[in-house]
């Protein structure tokens, strides 16, 4: 019998279970995932998510790409980060695209800005769900790059690859 099919094979949300409050785990998994990984890293504070590293203030942009494969087709991602502000926060904005590889060449998929700052002085958690027009075939790679482009911090606290 074939193994069911995971809504989302791959979901991670600060906060959400023991497992994945495990720095750990977490930085573990991501780096592995990972076919290039820039200036990022993760920030156990009360809320853990990753954060662009310190060594980045001399303008190099933290940048992260993820490479996910599954047996199932592949039709949205949704990023969940913190929205904060402050003078830290001031501009603070991640490009994420989303791009497919079928071994042959890679497409792309989405592209879309997140704004890590708002007028409230709150710091919550947000999320982005990217419906892909052309979902991704089971057994094609997916990539996620993730890479700050305003500001100088953003956080990024969850991701789900979903069906």
């Known amino acids: 019998a074939s193994a069911a099919t995971v809504k989302c094979p791959f979901s991670w949300v ?8 495990n720095v750990t785990w977490i930085k573990e998994y991501f780096e592995k995932q990972s076919s290039t990984w820039e200036g990022w890293e993760l920030s156990d504070d009360e809320k853990i998510g990753f954060v662009p590293s ?3 203030a001399d303008g190099k942009k933290a940048r992260m790409i993820l490479d996910f494969t599954y047996s199932q087709k592949i039709q949205s991602i949704t990023i969940f980060f913190m929205k904060s502000y402050g003078e830290q926060w001031e ?5 994420i695209r989303i791009l497919s590889d079928d071994g042959q060449k890679q497409r792309p998929l989405e592209e879309r800005n997140i704004l890590g700052t708002h007028s409230k002085k709150t710091s919550e958690m947000y999320t982005e769900e990217i419906i892909l027009a052309n979902p991704v075939d089971a057994g094609e790679k997916i ?3 993730a890479t700050l482009v305003g500001g100088k911090t953003f956080k ?3 991701l789900a690859v979903c069906s």
Not at 14 to 21: C, D, I, P
Not at 91 to 95: A, P, Q, T, V, Y
């Open 91 to 95: 501009n603070s904005e991640l490009s």
């Open 143 to 145: 990539q996620l790059e």
């Open 156 to 158: 990024i606290m969850g």
């Open 54 to 56: 310190t060594q980045n």
């Open 14 to 21: 600060s906060g959400l279970s023991l497992q994945q409050n």
